[in-house]
């Protein structure tokens, strides 16, 4: 068999096209090529660190004691990390990682050197810290957490809990507190808008209408008038006089004191009738003071008369010492004499120990009458103003629309006056 070969050339259009192309392709810049490093295989430049976001925490670990340390770190990275933060760990605390880069001065002054020393290392994955948390907690101490500004170089803030075992709100309470405090500090709040401000001025009073205003301005014009046409006969009461004696029978009273509802009430001051205008204004005070009073005159007289009646029986022993002859220095009568001088010594003894109480009871008995004349001296005080005000009362009881009052307490005696409008 013989097997016939045939060629057929190229049409003189097809050869034209293909000498246009291969002329652009020589003379092309090759841009593609150009652009692309990754296109030339091993002789590619590495890729650029991604620049931070903003929000990448380094979370230290947290000194002091270890169980609550740990609940807390492990809390504050659960909400962080759900509040969007990046956060990363470091296996350090803060003193530690100061004693890395041998800076003794503290956290707060070593965190700048530690600062350099981390980003040194996080620049190597792309990424560097933007915020730190560092800080120490301990139970019924005071605990100090920090969250520290890289940029800034300043404390965002420190948080200064007291953390106990038994608190259950604190350790999930204070994450959220950190995270608000960081979101605040990253993106300030506005401030309140115009609208704002009016709805948070009208909380305490509403908004009141053009007619309730004129109303009340209506009201307060005609009491205040009211109240200056009255004040020329209000009162004047310096020239009230009080005598306790004269005036006892108006105001005495025949039941006992009015009880006060609450202990801002002023007293009931107003005398007794039956006890007569001496002891009438006398208060409960007053009494105590005069029964303690009456019993230590008493004390003072029992030992008086107990140290008097002692007296006879060692006046006795002595007589029988002195003429009873004997002579301590023989022996045969020494022992009497001791004797006879023991009894001497143990009567005077007696005698002046019922005298010195005596003594002590009569000083005691002069200091509480002095504190008695002062408690009948303030008594009789209040009564007087108590009485002056109750005549002032009805001095101004002829004003329409005003009512007053006594103001007896503690810290303040006095008149008080109100008015309707």
């Known amino acids: 068999m013989t097997a016939a070969i045939t060629s057929s050339r190229p049409s003189p259009l097809l050869r034209a096209f293909t000498g246009v192309l291969c002329a652009a392709l020589a003379f092309s810049p090759l841009p593609a090529a150009a652009s692309s490093p990754a296109s ?32 807390l770190r492990s809390q504050i990275l659960t909400d962080m990390s759900a509040a969007g933060f990046n956060v990363k760990g470091v296996a350090l605390d803060i003193d530690a990682a100061a004693g890395k880069v041998k800076c003794k001065g503290g956290a707060d002054a070593c965190v700048g050197k530690v600062i350099e020393w981390l980003n040194k290392g996080a620049a190597k994955s792309g990424a560097t810290y933007d915020y730190l948390v560092y800080g120490t907690v301990g139970n019924g101490t005071p605990a100090s957490i920090v969250i520290y500004d890289v940029a800034k170089k300043a404390k965002v803030k420190e948080f200064t809990p007291s953390l106990n075992p038994d608190d259950l709100i604190l350790p999930l309470a204070l994450p959220r507190a950190m995270v608000a405090t960081l979101n605040d500090y990253r993106t300030p709040p506005a401030p ?24 009340e301005k209506a009201a307060i014009d005609d009491a205040v008038g009211k109240v200056a046409a009255g004040q020329g006969e209000l009162i004047d009461t310096s020239n009230i006089k009080v005598d306790l004696k004269k005036d006892f029978k108006e105001f005495c009273r025949n039941g006992p004191p009015k009880p006060r509802v609450n202990k801002d009430d002023p007293k009931d001051l107003r005398p007794a009738c039956k ?39 060692y006046k006795s022993a002595l007589n029988d010492l002195n003429n009873s002859g004997l002579d301590k220095t023989k022996p045969l009568e020494s022992d009497a004499y001791t004797a006879m001088a023991a009894d001497v010594a143990d009567k005077g003894n007696t005698m002046r ?27 009789r005080t209040d009564a007087k103003d108590f009485i002056k005000t109750e005549k002032s009362l009805k001095s101004v009881s002829r004003i329409q629309n005003v009512r007053g009052g006594p103001i007896l307490s503690r810290g303040m005696q006095g008149f008080g006056v109100g008015f309707n409008f």
């Open 40 to 71: 030339f295989g091993m002789f590619a430049a590495a890729p650029a660190a991604p620049a931070s976001a903003g929000n990448t925490v380094g979370l230290f670990r947290l000194s002091g004691d270890p169980a609550t340390a740990e609940n």
């Open 192 to 215: 309140a808008t115009p609208e704002e401000q009016k709805i948070l001025a009208e909380l305490d009073e509403p908004a009141k209408t053009p007619e309730e205003l004129a109303a």
């Open 275 to 313: 006890r007569g205008p001496v002891f009438g204004y006398w208060q409960t005070r007053a009494w105590v003071a005069l029964g303690l009073t009456a019993g230590a005159l008493l004390t003072t007289g029992i030992f008086y008369s107990l140290g008097l009646a002692a007296r006879g029986p």
């Open 353 to 379: 120990n019922r005298l010195i109480g005596g003594d002590v009871a009569l000083l005691t008995t002069v200091l509480l009458a002095g504190v008695l004349a002062v408690i009948i001296y303030q008594d």
